[in-house]
Every structure is written in structure tokens, then in C-alpha cells.
């Protein structure tokens, strides 16, 4: 099983736009191609900086190729959503293997 987690600290003026936007736009999209085993979007508890807020969405994955077909898919439509904030939007993106 593979995990792709995007890791986003969200200014709280665009909190909710944001949000909003992720969930109706990428989400859904993901949820809906049936392409994942499952798809997680938390809040994470800890915060380090003042006016923002931190969340992960994780997409797990029953084998490599499916994390291509998400870069090679669903990327560009992830990146049309969040450039738009950019600088009151921050993410990054992690691959990662589970080992048990």
C-alpha cells in the first residue's frame, strides 16, 4: 500500500474558500474515479504559525502505477486550485510506502 500525502498550511482569511474549493473540485473528482483505496483530508492539530491552519490529504494507493496516475491526472487540476492563493497557501507533497 502507498500513501501520497499533500501537506497545506492555509491562511484563515482564505480558510474557507480554500477548503471549499478542495473538497467540491479535487476531492469529489478523486473520490468519484474510483482509482483510490481510500482518501483521507484531516485537520492536524499542532500549529506553528499564527492565522493558519494545517491539513493532510492522504490517498492511498494499492500499488505504484495508481501514485503515476494521480501526478500524471489529477496534479495539474490540485495546482489550478491552490496557485490562485498562493502565498496565503502553502503545500507540499510526500510519497510514502506503508511498512506494516
Known sequence: MFIHNTTF??????????????K???ITELKESNKFENIVFSEVLIQNEPNMRTYSLQIFCSNINTLKVLKLKYQAKLEAIVVPYMGKVLFFQTKMRVID
Not at 9 to 22: A, F, G, M, T
Open 24 to 26: 467540491s473540485r479535487y
Open 9 to 22: 498550511s492555509i491562511e484563515e482569511s482564505v480558510l474557507q474558500d480554500c477548503i471549499s474549493k478542495l
